[in-house]
């Protein structure tokens, strides 16, 4: 063994967000001997569909050998059990540090899984924060959604109340953070901007990647992995959305856009996949008059590894998203050939190329995305070529390898700088 360290992944399987996909990507690219345990919670979203029921042994198979799961806490929603998590690791860590002697920490921002942890100085172990957004941004993307408070909501609903207390926690975490990875130009930019005291350290740009091995185009897909219906009728125009059912994703401004899109394309047929409450966004739809023969709410998908099974079914993948850094499921999308509709905003236009494997739309803007909708599906020569030109933007510069690889160097550094000090 070259040496151990420690993740804090809290989101990791069933995968309920781009850092949890972030996680198990990077995690099954890491050298055998390099020994890795990670905290992380047993979660079941309640009320989704098909919610996962995988035992601690299931989920612990699904990586290598050298990748040792800690199931710390257990987790029933996707914003308040961060609080218990982060109990459990200012409890646990320390006894695993103490017996494992951890080169490093690896957590992931904005979770703060290790508030705690720097509040009581428990930890002098360095620790390595990966930075996916900003409080800030989040709170902006809530702000813009202009989603009623009744209808927002845990992790919206936090955000917006919970700003001073949230913008603390932040400033100190970056600030016992040893050494930062930005997701993208658009992140680094922003903390160096907002903090200050960040300017002094050099912060490298490791882009998401994922599997483009297994996210792949299906030219056979099983829809019962996806929740789908048999008696769907796929060989309608079919626009996908997946991510939480939360305003910062801008499913809102979709469903604004439904009706212009089948007054042109009658027969295109909606696809939501996530966990959420969908009731608010289903009667938004019947206040439009949209039948209910124009779209499906199909839950979460409890299975990661069946999600190019859902990718493939799509004609078009709409990212309406408010504020997102770089979001792995938008490289996903394109990895399986789909045409993208995405939003301009953060890195998005660090992959996404107009007319070429995608369109940018303004963010918030329901008649720029329902335009973008509408070009791919009334184009099919567009369409296509945009879905291969999609896949190999993937396997140019946005594999799990390459982030893999450029994280490695990242932990070399620093356990170089723990061994010579």
Aim: charged content about 20%.
């Amino acid at each position: 063994m070259v040496f151990s360290f420690c993740m804090l992944a809290p989101d990791l399987i069933p995968v309920w967000s781009g850092i949890g996909s972030y996680a198990f990507s990077l995690l099954n690219r890491l050298p055998d001997d390099i020994e890795v345990h990670v905290l992380t919670t047993r979660r079941k979203i309640s009320g989704s569909k098909g919610a996962s029921d995988l035992s601690d042994q299931q989920i612990q198979n699904l990586f290598s050998p050298n990748i040792k799961l800690h199931f710390l806490s257990s987790a029933e929603n996707t914003f308040s059990y961060h609080l218990k998590f982060q109990f459990a690791c200012l409890r646990e860590l320390p006894k695993l540090n103490k017996k494992h002697n951890f080169a490093f920490v690896h957590s992931n921002f904005p979770l703060m899984s290790e508030i705690f942890l720097h509040l009581l100085r428990r930890q002098k172990t360095p620790f390595l924060s990966t930075i996916h957004t900003t409080i800030e941004g989040q709170h902006e993307a809530v702000k813009i959604s202009q989603k009623p408070i009744l209808n927002m909501e845990q992790s919206d609903l936090g955000n917006l109340f919970l700003l001073p207390a949230l913008h603390l926690a932040e400033n100190i975490c970056l600030k016992n953070s040893t050494k930062l990875i930005a997701t993208s130009s658009y992140i680094r930019s922003e903390l160096l901007s907002h903090f200050p005291f960040l300017r002094q350290h050099e912060i490298p740009v490791i882009h998401n990647g994922i599997d483009d091995k297994l996210f792949s185009k299906k030219e056979t897909p099983n829809l019962k992995l996806v929740n789908v219906e048999e008696d769907i009728d796929l060989n309608r125009s079919v626009v996908l959305f997946t991510g939480r059912l939360v305003a910062s994703k801008g499913i809102n401004v979709l469903i604004q856009a439904i009706p212009s899109v089948l007054k042109e394309v009658s027969d295109a047929l909606f696809l939501f996949a996530g966990g959420g409450n969908s009731a608010d966004y289903i009667n938004l739809l019947q206040r439009k008059n949209v039948s209910d023969e124009s779209y499906r709410f199909l839950g979460y998908v409890p299975d990661y590894l069946n999600m190019p099974d859902l990718y493939s079914l799509a004609d078009v993948y709409v990212m309406p998203t408010l504020y997102e850094s770089f979001p792995l499921r938008l490289l996903e999308s394109l990895a399986c050939e789909n045409a993208v509709v995405a939003s301009n905003v953060c890195g998005v236009p660090e992959v996404i190329k107009p007319m070429e494997n995608g369109i940018l739309v303004p963010p918030g803007k329901p008649d720029a995305v329902a335009d973008g909708i509408i070009t791919f599906l009334q184009d099919d020569k567009l369409r296509l070529s945009a879905g291969k030109n999609a896949r190999q933007t993937i396997r140019d510069g946005f594999s799990a390898d390459v982030m893999a690889s450029k994280t490695l160097a990242v932990y070399e550094q620093l356990f170089s700088l723990g061994a010579n000090s």
